[in-house]
């Protein structure tokens, strides 16, 4: 298994932008499939985006789709989220997720190996 540990959070206004970053622990990590999801309050976690091993096929949810760009750097054993154009509703705590093989794909983390502790993003209007 792999260890997760969130960073880049914060406030940031409407339109503004923010990279978060996912650092994970652990051998094998480029046979991970990655992914980003998001819980705002009472709200149930939802999927953001995911990258896939191997050929890193990628999936986004429609409400991040041309704003949200997934990538990873196998070398450094991260994923990172760069967030644009953000909005007030992308307000939540954003967690990492790992899972072995699969694809960036929501389906995949239907079942999850290892989640990180989140980390919060709030934008203001």
């Known amino acids: 298994q792999v260890q997760l540990v969130e960073s880049g959070g914060g406030l940031v206004q409407a339109g503004g932008s923010l990279r978060l970053s996912c650092a994970a622990s652990g051998r094998s990590f480029s046979s991970y499939s990655m992914g980003w999801f998001r819980q705002a309050p009472g709200k149930e976690r939802s999927f953001v985006a995911g990258?896939?091993?191997?050929?890193?096929?990628?999936g986004y949810a429609d409400s991040v789709k041309g704003r949200f760009t997934i990538s990873r750097d196998n070398a450094k054993n991260t994923v990172y989220l760069h967030m644009n154009s953000l909005r007030p509703e992308d307000t939540a705590v954003y967690y990492c997720?790992?899972?072995?093989?699969?694809?960036?794909?929501?389906?995949?983390?239907?079942?999850?190996?290892?989640w990180g502790q989140g980390t919060q993003v709030t934008v203001s209007s």
């Open positions: 990258i896939g091993w191997g050929t890193g096929i990628i």
């Open positions: 997720a790992a899972r072995l093989y699969g694809s960036g794909q929501a389906t995949t983390f239907r079942s999850t190996d290892s």
